[in-house]
DNA sequence: TAATTTTTCTATTATTCTATAGAATCCTGG
DNA sequence: CCAGGATTCTATAGAATAATAGAAAAATTA
């Protein structure tokens, strides 16, 4: 008997469902991927399905709210965290690309597969993939108050220059198992830092 | 009369058919799309797509071959003129971002839906895409040789960071028609300069 | 204008796929 | 074992759609 907070197994098989579903839509895309495909990789049949699902469309909800949820969740501790910016910037790109590398292509789905979703079930995910934004954004605004940043540099611009470039990175980490992602996270961190960062000298500026 | 080498109606009739697919195929996805809605957009009928198109596979490698084509001849001029580093990089962003701002719906869908095509016709895209790369990664090796970036950057990475930077911005641009682009090649290239590139004093370090 | 070729249309076939309904099976507690 | 609920299965309805065939219309040439 399960006690009053374990996962049913309804909690449990509709959680594989997800996954399952994630990776039929991170290989075929939405339109491309059947429920028949989703019910195989559970193996079960495309009818029973419909017992954890309404609908296709539900499924590629599930998947994306999946995808991001836990992505916002780690930035939310970032952001939370008394380190220097210099340690939350590499922080954000090593959780950004791990996630890749553990095989959640519901993140990648989330990427390339919302805007399939009707208005309604969009803007409630619109406000988590904002919130991710926001929170990276606070970060550099933080850092260029403290003059970490080169005046020219636009705090929006920033945060969606990396999330861009760590999901460029990301697609190719999920085709190719080969890469690195240690030496990756170095380089980016490296390119964004450097890009985006004041010399050496905190410039101690002041108008 | 056409002279012996002015387009068809045949094949004047046959881009737009590329281009409708195009739309189509970049604002529902390849399996997403419907040939009735490339067809529409044409003002024919379904039935008729069939004279321009052997089957919707071939209309999606021909809008691929059609987003790659013009973007790689534009690199090839870059990588060829004997421009300063900076200015080729500049210039290569600039046409990478202005290509998503004319409307090339054909180069984001060659960017997220080419992996739907079969294996043989994937080859021939690939090999311009990595014709792109190379250029481009060639760029940074003559940069290197020169000192000109810093020591601890890879060529291949600056490369494809280049790349999946612009094409990250490229999405926005497509689905914000507010983006100014002209600003956007201005941060991107700042950031990547100062990301990759050594400090003013240009390191006259020899071997 | 008549003949011929090019282009488009209509109608249809064949297939695929989502979603539903109800039967069958499995599991659990009594 | 039995009863009742949970889970999965089979079968199918209903809709969408890619692709084909042959007729019709439009354009071109003689």
């Avoid at 979703?117 to 406000?127: A, Q």
Wanted: contains cysteine.
């Amino acid at each position: 008997m399960p006690t009053s907070r374990d996962p049913t197994r309804y909690e449990q098989q509709r959680l594989e469902a997800i996954k399952a579903a994630a990776a039929e839509f991170a290989e075929h895309g939405f339109h491309g991927a059947s429920t028949a495909g989703i019910a195989r990789r559970m193996g079960i049949k495309q009818g029973s399905l419909y017992y954890y699902f309404k609908s296709k469309d539900e499924a590629l909800f599930e998947v994306c709210m999946l995808g991001i949820r836990d992505y916002v969740r780690r930035m939310e501790v970032i952001a939370a965290s008394d380190q220097p910016f210099e340690s939350r910037l590499l922080a954000t790109v090593t959780s950004h690309l791990s996630s890749y590398r553990e095989k959640n292509e519901a993140l990648k789905v989330y990427n390339t597969e919302r805007l399939y979703l009707s208005e309604e079930e969009r803007t409630d995910l619109k406000r988590q993939g904002s919130r991710y934004r926001q929170l990276l954004e606070g970060i550099f605004e933080e850092a260029a108050e403290m003059g970490l940043l080169r005046p020219s540099v636009d705090c929006h611009f920033a945060a969606l220059s990396v999330i861009g470039l760590c999901n460029a990175w990301g697609e190719l980490i999920v085709r190719d198992p080969e890469l690195n992602v240690f030496d990756l996270v170095q380089q980016c961190t490296d390119l964004l830092q450097h890009g985006l960062c004041a010399g050496r000298q905190p410039t101690q500026h002041r108008g």
